[in-house]
């Protein structure tokens, strides 16, 4: 008996191998299916990252190796465009000018985070204020250039008249090599303020309380917790800002354009986005503009990779 | 922190791509919202992309309506912002989007004729129609593709002029009136000796107040002093365009007489009064003697005129030369309108481009709207000088613009050659001879001449790539 009858197990067992069998085929089918639905899904955005990223950075590389005027043919000359953006003076110039504008990085922030630390507390206006450091964000960059070129007028100029009111004699801002470049930061910085603030804001506002409070316990000064606890705590946002300063910054075109359409009195303002954009468009000499772009470009990870390095030492989580 | 370090990371990546990838030209922001610039595929269509103001687009749209009714063509007007319009063109170009027809700048039409867009229009002009148009108006749209020569009459003819801009000179009638001063002559030039005569007697202190309310002049060098340099007999570049001539004596002396007016002379208000805009309000608000005055501010300076009479009138005089029987002259702008070489319907968007260069209609709304001068040569010498431009408001001596445009006008360094790099270049600096006169001319100009020369080289073989590569 017990030789003719299969155990219940083995039964079981064969019974359940070929189940098993018949829902890994279903499961298989179900999973094509799914997988199917799942790479279509992927697609969308690899198809866009070759169409819109992979492709422009290879066509960018390929064109910044040619003589290439942007309308006719292409010739590959190699290195031949990096070569001769090393040997050119305008270009080092243009650079060092995009360079000296991000001065106005740590500027910007240090207001910012003292506007987020007075807009934070309970005063009177607060909304108020908030939207008047907010408008010039979403004004119009065109616009905004016209009317600072306006304010800093050598004569009739807003700022001018508002220096001759403290017994300051104003420079003659955007004609005066000297103060060309400061005249722009300033523009800059106030125009970039309100973004910031707002970050800094919601990161001032997140920090908490029991944290100052332990702190006040423990007799800790103003400036105590302000450098012990909220400076720390609004890191990863100030780390935030300035990568992305940092890579605005070095876009800098419309408001010199604008403001300074020839590059300012001895070029003094002329960024390298400005120089790209003329030796392209202007100079019809686009396979160089595309070699000085990369470039920029190329400088610009750099000095962010830096910043992901050094950063990492004071690693910090605001959760 | 690690989504906050992976956003900064995403936007370090896009920013460097983006910065890498829109240096090709290929895309705009908004690129979805952009007007289709391809040229017609129907027999009859034709795409027509400009720039302008509102009398522009008026004009041309009483043009094309006459060309649809005559033709039975449809015509698409496709209108832009004036700063956007060559990138916005040169990114239609490279998207293989060329409009039938289109503006084109004559200093740069040596890159578009080599790389094959634009068409040769000689054979759908007829030389009737050629010759009633101003010689610069059909000479700046001129190119030996073989020679490389610009400018010479009978070489084929790649685009027609929407305008010829004469950037004439003038007075302010009114301050020379409440000063007794005897009004310029608007058929000789003056000297320069008597151009700063005249600029210190308009140099005043009206009210006693020991500060100066009136000036005699207040001119931007890198847009003014191209007359003063030419009536010296000096130019910028040899009339073959292969070599730099800034350092002449003729031209040191000259650029150095410019600076003087307000370094040594006094008679332009000082140099951190002379931004451009300040000279510009100066002379609308009637404190400058001599300014410049163009066709495109007539309707602007009338206006004030019409507003301030007490303070300010003007009108047109030649430009000053160096010495007594000298030959003036002054700068002549134009901006062309082309035809694409791939066009589905070459003859008939040739024909609009005739159109829209010489309808009559059109043109007597852009002169009686104070946009330009016309560019029919019988009209403007007839019927407009005697009657529609008085009528319309132009001032006195309106005849000195169509003498520039005949025979006085002169295009602006630059435009004859591939790349205005090198004329670009000459401006790098200049405020240290003009404003603060740290450098003499001669010094600026002798240190200038190579750098400009390499330019220029620079430019020449790049137009030779450009012929080569097609």
Redesign the interface.
């Known amino acids: 008996m017990a030789t003719t009858a299969p155990p219940a197990d083995a039964t079981a067992t064969r019974w359940s191998k070929e189940d098993a069998k018949a829902a890994r085929k279903a499961n298989r089918k179900r999973h094509r299916n799914e997988n199917a639905w799942a790479a279509a899904f992927m697609a969308a955005p690899v198809i866009g990252w070759v169409a819109f ?1 992979l492709f ?2 290879g ?3 390929y ?2 190796m040619t ?1 290439w ?7 590959f000359v190699g290195f031949d465009n990096y070569v001769r953006l090393v040997q050119d003076p305008y270009f080092w110039k243009a650079l060092w000018n995009t360079v000296f504008y991000m001065i106005g990085i740590p500027i910007g922030l240090a207001i910012s985070l003292a506007l987020a630390l007075a807009l934070s507390r309970k005063i009177r206006g607060r909304t108020f204020f908030r939207t008047v450091y907010y408008i010039p964000v979403i004004s119009s960059l065109a616009a905004v250039a016209i009317l600072w ?2 304010a800093y ?4 100029g807003l700022v001018n008249q508002a220096l001759d009111l403290v017994g300051i004699d104003g420079p ?1 801002w ?2 005066d ?1 000297t103060w060309s470049k400061p005249a722009l930061i300033i523009m800059a910085v106030w125009k970039g303020l309100g973004y910031s603030t707002l970050l800094y804001l919601a990161a001032v506002q997140a920090v908490p309380r029991s944290l100052y409070e332990a702190a006040a316990l423990d007799g800790a000064s103003g400036w105590k917790r302000f450098t012990k606890i909220t400076w720390p705590m609004v890191q ?2 100030t ?2 800002l300035v ?2 300063n940092i ?2 910054g ?2 800098i075109f419309t408001e010199i354009n604008i403001m300074t359409p ?2 300012g ?3 003094s303002t002329a960024s390298l ?1 400005w120089y ?2 003329n030796q ?7 396979g160089y ?2 070699a ?3 470039v ?3 400088l ?2 750099i000095v ?1 990779i830096i910043q ?1 390095r050094i ?1 990492r030492a004071n ?5 | ?1 690690r989504k ?2 992976t ?3 995403a ?17 705009s922001d908004n690129a979805s919202e952009e007007p289709d610039t391809s040229g017609g595929t129907a027999a009859n269509e034709l795409t027509f992309m400009f720039r302008g103001g509102d009398y522009d687009k008026l004009a041309y749209e009483t043009a094309i309506d006459a060309f649809e009714a005559e033709t039975g063509a449809k015509v698409k007007m496709i209108i832009t912002d004036a700063d956007q319009y ?2 916005k063109l ?1 990114a239609a ?2 998207g293989n989007k060329v409009p039938d027809v289109f503006y084109i700048e004559p200093g ?1 039409m040596m ?2 004729v ?4 634009l068409a040769d229009l000689t054979d759908y002009v007829d030389q009737a129609t050629i010759d009633n148009i101003w010689d610069f108006g059909t000479q700046a749209y001129r190119f030996n593709t073989e020679t490389g020569a610009r400018g010479q009459d009978g070489d084929p003819l790649y685009g027609l002029p929407k305008d010829v801009g004469p950037f004439g000179f003038g007075y302010n009638t009114v301050l020379f009136d409440k000063l007794g001063l005897e009004h310029p002559s608007a058929d000789e030039p003056l000297t320069f000796d008597e151009f700063v005569a005249l600029a210190k007697d308009l140099t005043v202190d009206m009210d006693g107040d020991g500060e100066l309310d009136h000036w005699g002049t207040g001119l931007n060098v ?1 847009w003014n002093s191209q007359a003063f340099i030419w009536g010296a007999g000096a130019d910028w570049i040899s009339e073959d365009q292969k070599t730099v001539t800034v350092d002449t004596p003729e031209f040191a002396d000259a650029l150095q007489w410019f600076a003087d007016l307000g370094l040594v002379e006094g008679v332009t208000p000082s ?3 002379a ?1 451009t ?2 000279t510009y ?1 100066r002379w609308m608000a009637g404190e400058i003697g001599f300014f410049p005055v163009a066709p495109w501010d007539i309707a602007t300076y009338n206006e004030k005129a019409a507003a301030d009479p007490e303070n300010f009138g003007y009108d047109v005089i030649p430009y000053p030369v160096a010495n007594e029987g000298d030959d003036w002259s002054t700068w002549l702008g134009s901006l062309g309108i082309a035809v694409s070489e791939n066009s589905a319907n070459k003859e008939l968007a040739a024909q609009l481009a005739t159109y829209l260069s010489t309808d009559l209609e059109a043109q007597k709304i852009l002169a009686e709207n104070k946009v330009q001068i016309p560019n029919l040569i019988d009209y403007a010498t007839g019927e407009w000088i005697e009657t529609d431009a008085p009528a319309a408001g132009w001032p006195a001596n309106t005849k000195i613009f169509l003498e520039i445009a005949e025979s006085k006008g002169r295009p602006l360094p630059g435009i004859w050659t ?4 090198w004329y ?1 270049n000459f ?3 200049i ?2 001879v003009v ?1 603060n006169g740290s450098q003499t001319a001669a010094d600026f100009l002798a240190a200038k001449q190579p750098e400009m020369q390499m330019l220029l080289d620079q430019s020449w073989v ?1 137009a030779d ?2 012929k ?3």
């Open positions: 990223l422009p950075m066509f960018s590389i064109a910044s003589n005027n942007g309308l006719g043919n292409m010739t070129q306006w007028n050598g004569d009739f003659n955007l004609m090599p990863p946002v780390f935030f990568v992305t890579i605005g070095s876009m020839t590059g009195p001895s070029w986005v790209v954009w392209a468009f202007r100079n019809l000499q686009m503009a595309t000085m772009a990369l920029l470009g190329i610009v990870l962010t992901f950063n690693d910090f989580s605001i959760d | 922190m906050m370090k956003a900064a990371f936007a370090t990546v896009v920013g460097a791509l983006t910065l890498a990838a829109c240096s090709s030209g290929g895309s060559a990138t040169q170009i490279a740069k890159g578009y080599y790389a094959g867009v890198t140099a951190e009064q931004q805009l300040d309000q591939y790349t205005p790099e670009d401006w790098i600096g405020e240290n404003d790049s790539q450009a080569a590569q097609g």
